[in-house]
């Protein structure tokens, strides 16, 4: 209690010792990012089998999850030893490169862990050390990994969003975002919203726009900071998404059908309101001349 009163009357500390924590937790995303998708994949997979009613007895899958097998080179199976496995330093120890086979290692694991570090620090600085500290934080490490298994599957696993959407509510009967009604209409308009835009796409093209996944997260921002936020969070993810879009046709060459992820401007956007939301809505009634 006493380390506790100490950080919240000492912002600083608070924030180095977030910057910390966040760096820790990235690596664990890192984890989570690259493993849930293929647990999802082996769930599905078996799922069908029961459905089939296939016995493959040679099918059998290692256990594979969150915690098993430990960490190894996807190259030579070279165990990861603890001392390889501290946030970004040992990125940069090891060269980038596996310290056995000298496979270069990616980049986006020290990035990813960088970034969860950087934004955990801007979290505490703006919120401070209470409940509306804490959950921010936790909400803005499950942002970090819904933006990278979106953009490397098109997906929102409900298993991160559907918990994310109920601590939303559940905070907000405190009152520590908004107001419960607040949070209740969010969380139906933000669904809503997209789930029109989603049928009215398809009714028009005969294709499908975006993933239902995408309307789970806006219903999660909604829950979280209220239905008021809504549209500057559908503005500047829209904004950001078109410009993403228009660079990767442009500049990268990529085809039309080729799927943009969406979850990941939501994402952005959502941060982004939540922590310059009032400074924005602000600058822009005073450039309205409101």
């Not at 559940?170 to 933000?190: D, K, Q, R, T, Y």
């Not at 990767?248 to 922590?275: C, D, M, Q, T, W």
Request: hydrophobic letters at 50%; one cysteine or more.
């Amino acid at each position: 209690m006493q380390l506790l009163q100490y950080l919240a009357e000492n912002l600083p500390a608070a924030t180095a010792i977030a910057g910390i924590l966040g760096l820790l937790v990235g690596s664990f995303l890192n984890v989570v990012i690259y493993r849930l998708p293929v647990m999802m994949e082996r769930e599905w997979t078996s799922q069908c089998k029961t459905l089939l009613e296939t016995d493959d007895a040679d099918s059998e899958q290692s256990s594979f999850n969150l915690v098993t097998p430990n960490s190894h080179c996807p190259k030579c199976d070279t165990p990861i030893k603890a001392w390889q496995n501290i946030p970004v330093i040992s990125y940069l120890a090891l060269g980038g490169k596996c310290s056995n086979c000298k496979t270069a290692i990616s980049k986006r694991y020290p990035i990813v862990e960088f970034v969860t570090g950087l934004l955990s620090c801007l979290v505490i600085w703006h919120f401070g050390i209470n409940w509306q500290g804490g959950l921010m934080l936790l909400l803005t490490w499950a942002l970090i990994t819904l933006t990278m298994i979106d953009f490397d599957h098109q997906l929102l696993p409900d298993s991160i969003t559907l918990p994310l959407l109920w601590i939303g509510l559940i905070a907000n009967s405190f009152g520590l975002f908004c107001s419960l009604p607040e949070a209740l209409w969010g969380a139906v308009f933000g669904y809503l919203s997209l789930w029109s835009v989603y049928w009215l796409f398809k009714l028009v093209t005969g294709k499908e726009g975006m993933g239902y996944g995408d309307f789970k997260l806006l219903a999660v921002l909604g829950a979280w900071f209220g239905w008021q936020l809504l549209p500057m969070i559908i503005l500047l993810s829209s904004l950001v998404g078109a410009i993403v879009g228009i660079f990767l046709l442009v500049l990268k060459n990529r085809g039309k059908s080729v799927p943009i992820p969406f979850g990941p401007y939501l994402a952005a956007a959502g941060f982004i309101a939540a922590i310059w939301g009032e400074q924005i809505t602000r600058l822009y009634l005073d450039y309205a001349g409101l």
